[in-house]
């Protein structure tokens, strides 16, 4: 089982919609979760960050941290073209490490 | 600004010529990595190091040095580079391992080829 999983992809939404993205991770101590989102071919720079349960909002973002059922997911309102992009979860806690998922493509169309 | 710098950005070598690619960041991280990129493979760690002269290998570590004299630098070395090391390389930093929200600062990246 990986450590941290994700759906390839790619997941499309239309312009306007919501897209919902998912990362399920294997390590029970893991304790802060983010999201970096990472353009073809650039470096990943980080979206969203989350450490306890529940949901956390920034501005068009809004990231959800599960514990018990170990998942995180990130959900981005009204989508836009420019945000087509791969989406990566990371995960620290046991081990000194940030791991990542392999990523969700994203392809928001007109 | 704060900033992780990689260089090069793009470089293209021949087997078993002996190659550095140099990290540097500018924010008194304690925590530094390289990270190779693969399709299909994701972000997965070469090297970590805690702190100066603090090194460990990460999931991947074969065929790879790296050191750690000084705080903001850590090159990444490749002894006798192969084909299969061709890839996307990334440092990245972090404040620390061990607290909460020490989330990673990336290098712009080196592509590197190996013919």
């Known amino acids: 089982q990986k450590e941290v999983e994700q759906n390839s992809g790619p997941l499309s939404v239309p312009e306007g919609a919501i897209a919902s993205l998912n990362c399920t991770y294997s390590d029970r101590v893991s304790q802060s979760f983010f999201w970096y989102r990472q353009y073809s071919g650039k470096s990943p720079e980080l979206i969203m960050s989350i450490y306890s349960n529940g949901d956390k909002e920034d501005g068009r973002f809004t990231a959800q941290l599960n514990k018990a059922s170990q998942y995180v997911s990130l959900l981005i309102r009204d989508s836009q073209p420019s945000d087509s992009a791969t989406y990566l979860c990371?995960?620290?806690?046991?081990?000194?490490?940030?791991?990542f998922g392999t990523g969700t493509q994203l392809k928001v169309e007109l | 600004e704060a900033q992780v710098t990689q260089n090069p950005r793009y470089l293209i070598t021949v087997t078993g010529k002996k190659l550095t690619v140099t990290c540097s960041q500018n924010m008194n991280h304690e925590y530094m990595s390289w990270y190779r990129q693969d399709p299909g493979l994701g972000l997965r760690q070469i090297y970590y190091s805690m702190n100066v002269e603090v090194t460990d290998k990460g999931d991947v570590p074969e065929g790879y040095k790296v050191s750690r004299k000084e705080k903001r630098n850590f090159p990444l070395i490749l002894e006798s580079p192969s084909p299969n090391q061709t890839s996307l390389y990334f440092c990245a930093s972090s404040l620390s391992m061990w607290r909460l929200g020490t989330e990673a600062f990336f290098g712009q990246g080196t592509r590197l080829t190996v013919v």
């Open positions: 990371a995960v620290t806690g046991g081990g000194n490490k940030l791991t």
